[in-house]
């Protein structure tokens, strides 16, 4: 952590931050130039509130050069993670994993049918919402287990991993039988309670960024997983909320890179809600690919116009096939592949 001190601090002043600094456990190099002193502390406790040293008179100001997460953090694990499932699928090796299907499961019909088309076009994983976080109460909530139940048959039928969201600690148990990871949806990346439990299990965890968390909330949510020894995490870029509203939400695309430098974790862009709008979703995914992501999440529907949640945002079968077709031609130039 670097402090620097104003121009007029006094030597009773930095005197002062030099013993505050110490009580808190830091060794501190002190330059004292012409003009401005400058403190160098090393050895800090990670949970560190830089904002208790700003408030010192004298202080200019704190940077702090450490990251405030340790598990998530790419010097953890600096070759990078990569999943490995059961069925031999990887995520953030150098195949590139597709999900996708409906935002929400809404019968048996649907659901298979979605899932023959985005099987047969080469998705990996299929994605449906039992539990569903809709903005308005009176909006389709997600048909709860029996969701879970179907998701795992077409999964299963269709050679298909399966992703759902969890909302609340209480439908953890109940999950697991069914799915093969976790989303944790951008509402609850800070459900801190949530995130714990999650870190108590060994499915893996596909956690999307908030509405309006910077990365590295991202990461210190993710932090909380692994923490509690769950370090099957995958982070997901989702779109953020900006003063634009020509789309649903901004499409960070610059996320992918800068999670790619700063963690080991692997990293998803959903351009689906990225953008809300189905004539974006291709040009973001095939951006996403070109910027590092390991795998995407798409919502598909073979009906979207009657789709009980997010129908805009779906595309067609024949569009999400044409999108695959791309991705491959895509992938060999950015060195990946598509799995
Ligand atoms: C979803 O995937 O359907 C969903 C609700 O996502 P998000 O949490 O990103 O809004
Ligand atoms: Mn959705």
Redesign the pocket.
């Known amino acids: 952590m670097i402090v620097a001190m104003q121009d007029s601090a006094s030597d009773e002043q930095i005197q002062n931050v030099i013993e505050h600094l110490v009580r808190m456990g830091f060794s501190v190099h002190r330059t004292t130039g012409v003009r401005q002193t400058i403190l160098a502390a090393v050895g800090a406790r990670i949970d560190f509130d830089t904002r208790n040293l700003e408030v010192l008179p004298g202080v200019q100001e704190v940077h702090r050069i450490s990251a405030p997460y340790k598990l998530a953090g790419r010097s953890f694990r600096p070759e990078g993670t990569i999943l490995k499932f059961p069925n031999g699928l990887q995520i953030g090796g150098n195949e590139v994993i597709v999900m996708a299907g409906p935002?929400s499961v809404e019968s048996r019909e649907q659901l298979f049918t979605i899932s023959e088309q985005i099987a047969k076009a080469g998705a990996r994983v299929l994605r449906g919402?039992a539990f569903?976080?809709r903005s308005s109460p009176y909006a389709f909530q997600g048909l709860g287990l029996e969701a879970l139940k179907l998701l795992r048959e077409a999964g299963d039928k269709f050679r298909l991993l399966v992703i759902s969201?969890v909302m609340e600690i209480s439908q953890i148990e109940m999950m697991v039988p069914y799915v093969d990871l976790f989303?944790v949806?951008?509402?609850n990346m800070q459900n801190f309670n949530l995130l714990r439990e999650l870190g108590k299990v060994k499915t893996p965890v596909l956690l999307?960024r908030g509405i309006s968390a910077t990365l590295e909330e991202l990461l210190l949510s993710a932090e909380y997983i692994m923490a509690g020894g769950n370090y099957n995490v995958i982070l997901c870029e989702?779109g953020i909320r900006t003063f634009e509203t020509y789309t649903r939400n901004t499409m960070d695309i610059s996320a992918i890179p800068i999670i790619k430098k700063l963690s080991h974790l692997p990293m998803t862009a959903?351009p689906s809600?990225g953008t809300g709008r189905r004539d974006k979703v291709a040009p973001m995914a095939r951006a996403s690919l070109a910027a590092g992501a390991d795998a995407l999440l798409i919502e598909v529907h073979h009906d979207p116009d009657h789709a009980l949640s997010?129908g805009a945002q779906s595309l067609f079968p024949d569009q999400f096939q044409e999108l695959m077709n791309e991705l491959r031609i895509i992938a060999p130039a950015v060195g990946r592949q598509i799995a």
């Open positions: 935002c919402g569903k976080p969201e989303q949806g951008a509402r999307k989702r959903d809600h997010d």
